[in-house]
T-cell receptor, first 112, second 114 residues
Framework: KAGVTQTPRYLIKTRGQQVTLSCSPI?????VSWYQQTPGQGLQFLFEYFSETQRNKGNFPGRFSGRQFSNSRSEMNVSTLELGDSALYLC???????????FGSGTRLTVV | AQSVTQPDIHITVSEGASLELRCNYSYGATPYLFWYVQSPGQGLQLLLK??????LVQGIKGFEAEFKRSQSSFNLRKPSVHWSDAAEYFC????????????FGKGTRLSVIA
């Protein structure tokens, strides 16, 4: 079956702009989580959605937001981009929270 | 709050040698435990997971890990390393209740030399 699909794979944005990243989970998976990965901070949890409801939220500013649609696809949005937002953004899906996640290949965001 | 410590930032082993990557966790109860591997520029691939039962779990690519409750550890092992195993390895802990997200360690980078 198809894995977790993240689009786009690469993105270059200018400071102050906003960006939307997309994640299509494995068919049947209702939980979608987002992580930010940087060399200095490692993998940091952004948020998790389950059946269109935000179940958990990490310690990120309000510029970071997300949502999940009825077909379980998820989007995350970052507004007013800063240089420090440059990172690999990873999406992961699961049948349910905590029981093992399948990750996508990520979106590499570069803010210039 | 749950946390994961991977004490070794970088490990270099010779091809054919055995490997052990350390992972210690902090969690109030018995957690779900995972090992993931990441190749450069790629996402994370699940190597193995522990939910319950036998404390020695087998994974893909010849990896295994042992859950030791008394030591709060979940070390990853492989008897003979291949050059293709060079990657970054992450240990993660999840809650059985599902109330908290998966928490990752900082990772251990594995280099393999001939």
């Amino acid at each position: 079956k198809a894995g977790v699909t993240q689009t786009p794979r690469y993105l270059i944005k200018t400071r102050g702009q906003q960006v939307t990243l997309s994640c299509s989970p494995i068919s049947g998976h209702r939980s979608v989580s987002w992580y930010q990965q940087t060399p200095g901070q490692g993998l940091q949890f952004l948020f998790e959605y389950f059946s269109e409801t935000q179940r958990n939220k990490g310690n990120f500013p309000g510029r970071f937001s997300g949502r999940q649609f009825s077909n379980s696809r998820s989007e995350m949005n970052v507004s007013t981009l800063e240089l420090g937002d440059s990172a690999l953004y990873l999406c992961a899906s699961s049948l349910d929270t905590g029981r093992g996640y399948t990750f996508g290949s990520g979106t590499r965001l570069t803010v210039v | 709050a749950q946390s994961v410590t991977q004490p070794d930032i970088h490990i270099t082993v010779s091809e054919g040698a055995s490997l052990e990557l350390r992972c210690n966790y902090s969690y109030g109860a018995t957690p779900y435990l995972f090992w993931y591997v990441q190749s450069p520029g790629q996402g994370l691939q699940l190597l193995l997971k522990y939910f319950s039962g036998d404390t020695l779990v087998q994974g893909i690519k010849g990896f295994e890990a042992e859950f030791k409750r008394s030591q709060s550890s979940f070390n990853l092992r492989k008897p003979s390393v291949h050059w293709s195993d060079a990657a970054e390895y992450f240990c993660a802990v999840g809650s059985r209740s599902g109330n908290t997200p998966l928490v990752f360690g900082k990772g251990t980078r594995l280099s393999v030399i001939a």
